[in-house]
């Protein structure tokens, strides 16, 4: 079966073929045994899709053409997906599921076609397949898991030799995350540098797959460049300096033992230097001081596994060498980090670091003589602690905590329950016309079907001018400014507590013109309450 997906080349056993498929086959399963967990920002594209879909347009609200998803590939899947009889939660699940099975197949091939190693692609798919950063990131609704599916198909046939098919992929990557730009830059740079002139073949397959978006947004919004990018720009407070970098050295640290590494105690006598430059920023919240040790173990690791890989197939360091520009572009301008923002790098981390596993191993064979038998042990060593380590980052006995398999860190939906509860209420009573204004628009928008004012400016650009908000009046991001309030006149605000503390809540004229009409308890990141307000004045 898998030397129809990688060539001639692979005649690999049944029993590698049928480890990969297993590999896959669990990926998939172990994704939709966790339920979609959907984060707010997600529901942003759900509402596109649904216009969409509607035959409303792709528009977040009814007549606005605002460009407010930075995925419109995966706005379109789950605006085709619609016909199904399924909610938009489990069809991203079922569609980053999927994506993630394939990612196990495709990174199997990639090890494969660096390392010409059987064993090193099993154990790469598998390291995958259980890895809880990726499990974690296809649950949001959030398209990470398509995009990662797409940079690895795209990598895979690039090093297999197939420079016009991995032109077109990395195409729908760039349709699908803006980031792709950079790994699609580096690709290019490699087939020019084999191909010179030639390489015409290869730019025309990317631009006819991206040239048809890029028409239809010109036409349709204006640019091609969504209206976020310009949005978080204006509105998003700085963030402590290095918080990225930091964040991205602790992740990738930990990039085997994520779940269980804060458990592992700490090092005699280093705790308190390892402990200082972390905590001198707002860092990793899942810290540990074990983690410049891991940290420095994957980093050797990954180093001679691109040093072998390299030696094998030279034209191959742009597969090496887009993780390390995604992680210096996000480092550079250091935004607000999320969750899904740390998992399309990891399945090259995983490439480099297996890679480097089998060249180690093939350096000890070559100086002790030909070991089958320890080459065989020392694999069924390495795959039994990957699946051991990570399986602990999983309940593996149904509890209070968790049902079975579940992430032991689940992802914490605090927020976006209450928007939906409080969005629910508020459905009946209100019509499409009705304007409401909300700092966090996604699970507001989604479960109530009126027109939003998205007052950080993602999807409404006429919020854009009254931000960034006075850092002297805001403790946190979305702040609500209240000019905007007065100039727009919502007929509901829905809000934390936190983002209109300083702005609007002290206002007397605010309190003059807009009534209390719902309050829920919350402590949610420091909030006085979910607060909804009902206009009081015409």
């Not at 690895?152 to 991995?166: E, T």
């Not at 978006?213 to 919004?221: C, P, R």
């Not at 064979?365 to 602990?392: D, I, N, P, T, Y």
Request: glycine share 8%; hydrophobic share 55%; net charge positive.
């Amino acid at each position: 079966m898998m030397r129809r997906i990688f060539g001639r080349e692979w005649e690999g056993s049944r029993r590698h073929d049928r480890a990969i498929a297993l590999a896959a086959m669990a990926a998939v399963a172990l994704r939709w045994l966790q339920g979609p967990q959907i984060v707010d920002d997600a529901y942003i594209t759900f509402r596109y899709a649904r216009n969409l879909a509607g035959g409303l347009g792709f528009v977040y609200n009814v007549g606005e053409r605002v460009l407010g998803t930075t995925t419109p590939l995966y706005t379109l899947l789950l605006a085709l997906g619609s016909i199904l009889p399924v909610s938009h939660a489990h069809l991203s699940l079922a569609i980053n599921a999927v994506s993630d099975g394939l990612t196990c197949i495709l990174l199997a091939g990639l090890i494969w076609r660096l390392s010409g190693s059987r064993r090193g692609a099993v154990l790469g798919a598998v390291a995958f397949a259980l890895c809880s950063q990726s499990v974690a990131g296809a649950v949001t609704g959030m398209e990470t898991s398509l995009f990662t599916m797409l940079l690895v198909a795209a990598f895979y046939l690039y090093v297999s030799g197939h420079s016009v098919p991995s032109a077109a992929v990395f195409g729908l990557a760039v349709l699908t995350r803006p980031e792709a730009v950079a790994a699609a830059g580096l690709a290019f740079l490699g087939i020019f540098a084999a191909k010179r002139w030639a390489a015409w073949r290869e730019a025309a397959a990317f631009t006819l797959v991206v040239l048809p978006w890029f028409a239809f947004a010109f036409a349709y919004f204006g640019s091609p460049v969504t209206n976020s990018v310009w949005a978080k720009g204006q509105s998003y407070q700085p963030m402590p300096a290095f918080s990225a970098l930091v964040n991205f050295c602790a992740r990738f640290s930990n990039l085997f033992v994520d779940q269980i590494a804060g458990r592992m105690g700490n090092l005699p006598g280093l705790s308190a230097l390892i402990a200082w430059p972390a905590r001198s920023v707002l860092l990793y919240e899942h810290y540990t001081p074990w983690f410049p040790v891991l940290g420095a173990a994957q980093a050797v690791l990954w180093g001679v596994g691109v040093w072998a890989a390299l030696r094998r197939h030279a034209a191959a360091w742009p597969v090496f060498a887009f993780p390390l520009a995604y992680a210096a572009a996000y480092s550079v301008t250091n935004p607000l980090m999320f969750e899904w923002y740390f998992v399309p790098p990891v399945p090259f981390s995983i490439a480099g670091i297996v890679v480097g596993l089998v060249a180690a191993g093939r350096w000890v064979q070559r100086r002790v003589g030909s070991l089958r038998r320890a080459e065989a042990g020392a694999f069924a060593a390495a795959l039994g602690a990957v699946l051991a380590v990570q399986l602990l980052g999983y309940n593996l006995v149904p509890d209070a905590g968790g049902g079975w398999l579940s992430l032991r860190r689940p992802i914490w939906l605090e927020r976006e329950n209450l928007y939906r509860d409080v969005a629910q209420r508020l459905d009946p009573v209100v019509t499409p016309a009705t304007l409401i204004a909300a700092p966090e628009i996604g699970a507001v928008g989604y479960y109530c079907d009126a027109t939003i004012l998205d007052t950080v400016g993602l999807v409404s650009p006429q919020a854009i001018p009254f931000n960034p908000v006075d850092p002297a009046l805001t403790d946190s991001n979305y702040a609500v400014p209240e000019p905007l309030v007065y100039a727009f006149m919502p007929e509901y605000i829905v809000a934390l507590e936190i983002f209109i503390r300083k702005t609007l809540l002290p206002s007397e004229k605010f309190r003059s013109m807009y009534t209390l009409l719902m309050r829920v308890e919350t402590r949610a990141w420091g909030t006085d309450g979910l607060l909804v307000f009902r206009r009081a004045v015409p």
